[in-house]
């Protein structure tokens, strides 16, 4: 059964930085694809990024391209995601999770990832 943790989130102001991690464990890390997803209370989940751990094979919402890069590393087991530039609306609670065995990242993974967990919460200052 594979487990992911996620950390990293915090308080930062419009145009900062910060650096979410999701460790992965209990599973062959290159079996999966790790997703992000955001949410504000109230409103539905949204896809940020996803990222294939067997071949680094990445894809971004329109939203968030050109400002977050995600990566792995894959002998830590940890997937990163590198916000840059952030805006008051990327506050959201943030969480990681896999898709089903095999899975790779794409737009259909979103929608069956195993989201567990109470994520991490990043706040966007103005």
């Known amino acids: 059964d594979v487990q992911l943790q996620a950390s990293g989130g915090g308080l930062v102001q419009a145009g900062g930085s910060l650096t979410l991690s999701c460790a992965v464990s209990g599973a062959t890390f290159d079996d999966y694809a790790i997703g992000w997803v955001r949410q504000v209370p109230g409103k539905r989940r949204d896809p940020v990024s996803c990222i294939s751990s067997n071949d680094g094979f990445a894809s971004y919402a329109e939203s968030v391209k050109g400002r977050f890069t995600i990566s792995i590393d894959s002998a830590r087991k940890t997937v990163y995601l590198k916000m840059n530039s952030l805006k008051p609306e990327d506050t959201a609670r943030y969480f990681c999770?896999?898709?089903?065995?095999?899975?790779?990242?794409?737009?259909?993974?979103?929608?069956?990832?195993?989201?567990r967990g109470q994520g991490t919460l990043v706040t966007v200052s103005s």
């Open positions: 999770a896999a898709g089903p065995q095999f899975e790779p990242c794409s737009s259909r993974l979103y929608r069956v990832l195993d989201i």
